[in-house]
């Protein structure tokens, strides 16, 4: 129960204050290219590896099959 409530005052507490407990944080025209910049790589590699996995799965699933007569 001492436990549930420690919980629950981690989780109120910043609302009761009263002050944004997530507060907007202000990015310059460079800060927001580089973001973008990451995220188009990270979608690029995941589609790549994404791409490869699809690939390696239908080779061993090719080759698996047996011929049909």
């Known amino acids: 129960m001492k436990f549930m409530r420690r919980i629950s005052a981690l989780i109120t507490k910043p609302f009761a204050t009263g002050l944004d407990p997530f507060p907007a944080v202000e990015l310059n025209a460079s800060d ?28 061993k699933r090719n080759r698996c099959q047996v011929p049909r007569e």
């Open 32 to 59: 927001q290219q580089k973001i973008k910049r990451d995220f188009a790589t990270v979608g690029k590699d995941l589609y790549r590896s994404l791409d490869e996995y699809a690939e390696a799965i239908d080779e």
